[in-house]
């Protein structure tokens, strides 16, 4: 808020949004903690989820109020510098309508993976579920993070001459392709919250809702290609979202550990 008050004054439309929903958002928090019975513990999870999906949309309109500037070309420079070329120009070669429309339902499971869990910790209300909340907003604070510090478009929008033509696809593929592009915050690339966020909600779920893991562990495979394969993401936001997902989940193996030990 700070930058966007010294960018554009204190009547920016977007300070003011961003001040306006963050002072609700805290309000709120602050009055669920206060009281600390369960039902207001689902409510904090679910509004922080509502948070996160406002914020998400919001990097659309806070990224050009910063005028902070595109690094599709470092990131493109780190893909070329480590893979010679950015994978999704290697993935070009097998590009089929059938894969594309395939692909386009993978990356899309993510919005259904995401709030079925949520809903699914908010109603058992547990240890677990507390954990897990901890995990996935800790995950959506460094990707947002990453959104503003590195925005970036993406290599189809940003370098459409690297590839020989337009991804074939059916009308599945181009119905997708139009909710992803309109509901997108536009700067979403660095890192790669598709696949930094499926792999806290896969880790969770192989310890403690194991028959969800089974039934989202393929299409969260799928997904993780789809973000290049659709040519939505660079190499390295999948390997920064890979390389955070592993820092997160070793801090917060420990700190269980270490409650646990409390506990005992």
């Not at 420079?77 to 309508?97: M, Y």
């Not at 993510?110 to 240890?127: D, E, F, K, Q, T």
Request: charged share 15%; proline share 4%; net charge positive.
């Amino acid at each position: 808020m700070t930058a966007l008050l010294a960018k554009g004054g204190p009547l920016n439309p977007v300070f003011l949004e961003v001040m306006t929903v963050s002072i609700i958002y805290g309000a709120v928090l602050v009055a669920c903690r206060g009281r600390a019975g369960r039902f207001d513990q689902r409510i904090s999870w679910v509004l922080s989820y509502v948070f996160v999906v406002w914020f998400y949309l919001a990097v659309a309109r806070i990224t050009p109020a910063l005028g902070t500037a595109l690094r599709d070309g470092p990131l493109l420079a780190a893909d070329e510098a480590l893979f010679g070329r950015t994978p999704a120009v290697f993935l070009e070669r097998t590009a089929t309508a059938w894969l594309t429309d395939l692909m386009s339902l993978c990356y899309m499971t993510y919005h259904l993976y995401l709030p079925v869990a949520v809903v699914h910790a908010a109603a058992v209300s547990n240890m677990a579920a507390r954990r897990l909340m901890i995990y996935l907003f800790t995950g959506f604070a460094i990707g947002f993070a990453g959104y503003l510090l590195v925005p970036a478009i993406g290599p189809a929008r940003a370098f459409p001459e690297l590839f020989h033509a337009s991804l074939a696809g059916g009308t599945l593929w181009r119905c997708i392709d139009q909710v992803v592009t309109k509901g997108s915050s536009g700067y979403d690339c660095f890192p790669s919250l598709h696949v930094l966020i499926a792999c806290i909600l896969l880790d969770h779920d192989w310890r403690h809702v194991r028959w969800r893991f089974w039934i989202m562990v393929f299409p969260s495979m799928g997904l993780l290609i789809s973000t290049i394969y659709l040519r939505y993401h660079y190499g390295v936001d999948v390997l920064a979202g890979l390389l955070f997902f592993l820092v997160i989940r070793a801090i917060f193996l420990k700190t269980g550990r270490m409650e646990a030990r409390v506990a005992g």
